[in-house]
């Protein structure tokens, strides 16, 4: 399957997919950034709370990004759906996370997943599911 880049202001674009989260039957569309550095898969908490997740009782973990300052997150078992395939992943979910963004799907969760093209000349990713 293909999706196009999406395009952030002049010149600006990024592999954004539209995916499907799922919790105990209950589905919530969200963006996500294609990232082959990510570890995992990453979303905001909101997302975990609208699905109906107490977020703090998962395990807790930390990460930190670019700016090295550790943050916590909680991880809980979910499903996902990337172009109507169903997956059950681990998924962090960090509180302090910019809520006009998009979650992250990273190596474990996503890229264990699928075979990932990025072609930028094109505007477009294409997934191919492992088998």
């Known amino acids: 399957m293909k999706f196009s880049y999406k395009k952030?202001?002049?010149?600006?674009?990024?592999?954004?997919?539209?995916?499907?989260?799922?919790?105990?039957?209950?589905?919530?569309?969200?963006?996500?950034?294609?990232?082959?550095?990510?570890?995992?898969?990453?979303?905001?908490?909101?997302?975990?709370?609208?699905?109906?997740?107490?977020?703090?009782?998962?395990?807790?973990?930390?990460v930190s990004g670019i700016t090295g300052v550790s943050e916590p997150y909680y991880v809980h078992r979910v499903t996902m759906k990337v172009g109507g395939w169903p997956f059950t992943i681990d998924a962090g979910f960090l509180p302090n996370i910019s809520p006009m963004g998009y979650g992250v799907v990273g190596q474990r969760g996503f890229f264990d997943l699928f075979i990932v093209k990025f072609d930028l000349a094109k505007e477009e990713i294409e997934l191919k599911k492992r088998t």
């Not at 997919?17 to 969200?30: A, K």
């Not at 990232?35 to 973990?61: P, R, V, Y």
């Open 8 to 62: 952030y202001g002049s010149g600006v674009l990024r592999p954004v997919i539209p995916i499907e989260l799922i919790y105990e039957n209950f589905p919530i569309r969200h963006e996500v950034l294609v990232d082959s550095g990510a570890d995992f898969c990453i979303f905001n908490a909101e997302i975990g709370e609208l699905l109906g997740i107490k977020i703090t009782s998962g395990i807790k973990q930390s």
